[in-house]
């Protein structure tokens, strides 16, 4: 049991060192930018609409 501790301490450590590592970068993958939820906003307008059009 002691051992199982120990990885999983060191793999909160790891986890750790990997998320201050990305946010003194400032970068963060697969962050969506303000035209990402735009063209999703889009879509879902383009296709509420589209499907309400083929039902009448």
Avoid: K
């Amino acid at each position: 049991m002691e051992d199982q501790a120990l990885a999983w301490e060191r793999e909160l450590e790891r986890r750790i060192r990997i998320y201050d590592q990305l946010e003194a970068g400032g970068h963060w993958p697969g962050r969506l930018s303000a035209v990402d939820y735009w063209a999703m906003a889009g879509l879902t307008l383009a296709l509420s609409v589209g499907f309400w059009m083929w039902g009448h």
